[in-house]
């Protein structure tokens, strides 16, 4: 079965460091990968997907993440926090016929002043 | 584009008091999943509609849940009769299919007393 790990539930930095979100995924087949962000009150809303085109997939409001298939991840990175980053963060892995998203435990991002 | 459509956004019963939460997909969509997330379990996918036919309930807890999808636009979950256990954030989300991103309405948030 599908099994996606997020090390880390609470990851705090400070305003224009570097954003490093990780995640692990277990898969016997070609995976798709996903990361979402969920605000406060809201539902989760797509930041980027990978879909086996690129390993390295660009997605909304600078965040950018790698697949690393020697390492079964796809970790997530910004570059730059700003406020406006301060969510929680959830990847998300599908593959094969399944029809099933797999969810992480979500890592609440904190930035700080 | 109109997203994911999820009513009401807030509902507060009593205990005993039937539940029913709605939900319009994106137009186009062809499958259709409720999740319920809580701080305990998280997200869990409660069941997976493709075409308008039930493919997956194995996620409804109880017989207390039941979910339709009459027809494209349009699906509700029902609860019957509440228990405040059942306290938590009702998601819907819609996708184009197998392995494609799952878009997600802005959740019920249901309280029972």
């Known amino acids: 079965a599908q099994s996606v790990t997020q090390l880390g539930s609470h990851v705090s930095v400070s305003e224009g460091a570097l954003v490093l979100l990780r995640c692990n995924y277990s898969?016997?087949?070609?995976?798709?990968l996903f990361w979402y962000v969920q605000y406060p009150n809201q539902g989760l809303q797509l930041l980027l997907k990978y879909t086996s085109a690129a390993t390295l997939v660009k997605g909304i409001n600078g965040f950018e993440a790698e697949f690393k298939k020697s390492e079964t991840s796809f970790h997530l990175t910004k570059p730059s926090a700003h406020m406006s980053d301060a969510a929680e963060y959830f990847c998300a892995a599908g593959g094969g016929s399944n029809y099933k998203l797999t969810f992480g435990k979500g890592t609440l991002l904190t930035v700080n002043p | 584009d109109a997203g994911v459509i999820q009513s009401p956004r807030h509902e507060v019963t009593e205990m005993g008091q039937e539940v029913t939460l709605r939900c319009k997909p994106i137009?186009?969509?062809?499958?259709l999943f409720w999740y319920r997330q809580t701080m305990m379990r998280g997200l869990e996918l409660l069941i997976y509609f493709n075409n308008n036919v039930p493919i997956d309930d194995s996620g409804m807890p109880e017989d207390r849940f039941s979910a339709k999808m009459p027809n494209a636009s349009f699906s509700t979950l029902k609860i019957q009769p509440s228990e405040p256990r059942d306290s938590a954030v009702y998601f819907c989300a819609s996708s184009l299919g197998f392995n494609q991103p799952q878009h997600f309405g802005d959740g019920t948030r249901l309280s029972i007393l």
């Open positions: 898969s016997s087949v070609p995976p798709y």
């Open positions: 137009s186009g969509h062809n499958s």
